[in-house]
């Protein structure tokens, strides 16, 4: 049974950062692309980042970039998405979740048309407030 499982979420004031970690089980996370989406609700899902399975490049939307950093531990099966610098707007449910794809931009086209994903969390929940 695959389960992904999301953590490091909380409350936060602005300017100040979380790590969240998306741990697997029944899954190798090395052998997809592995992204993170944020939902608020009544609003639709945004993709923040993704790490591809080949050479490890990434993908971040506009909003977050070179505030969010994302990365692999492979021996702990883990992928970990550094928030710094956080502000009010990043106030969300945060998830990990794979499409089964090796690359990101298989995984945010599946976002893109509110495709559904193979696997994902059950989401950690990040607030930025004063």
């Known amino acids: 049974q695959v389960q992904l499982v999301e953590s490091g979420g909380g409350l936060v004031q602005p300017g100040g950062s979380l790590r969240l970690s998306c741990a697997a089980s029944g899954l190798s996370l090395d052998e997809y692309a592995i992204g993170w989406f944020r939902q608020v609700p009544g609003k639709e899902r945004e993709g923040v980042s993704c790490?591809?399975?080949?050479?490890?490049?990434?993908f971040f939307v506009d909003s977050v970039k070179g505030r969010f950093t994302i990365s692999r531990a492979n021996a702990k099966n883990t992928v970990y998405l550094q928030m710094d610098s956080l502000k009010p707007e990043d106030t969300a449910v945060y998830y990990c979740?794979?499409?089964?794809?090796?690359?990101?931009?298989?995984?945010?086209?599946?976002?893109?048309?509110?495709?559904?994903?193979?696997?994902w969390g059950q989401g950690t929940q990040v607030t930025v407030s004063s």
């Open positions: 979740a794979t499409g089964l794809y090796e690359d990101c931009r298989s995984w945010l086209l599946l976002l893109s048309i509110d495709g559904e994903f193979d696997y």
């Open positions: 790490i591809s399975k080949k050479y490890g490049s990434t």
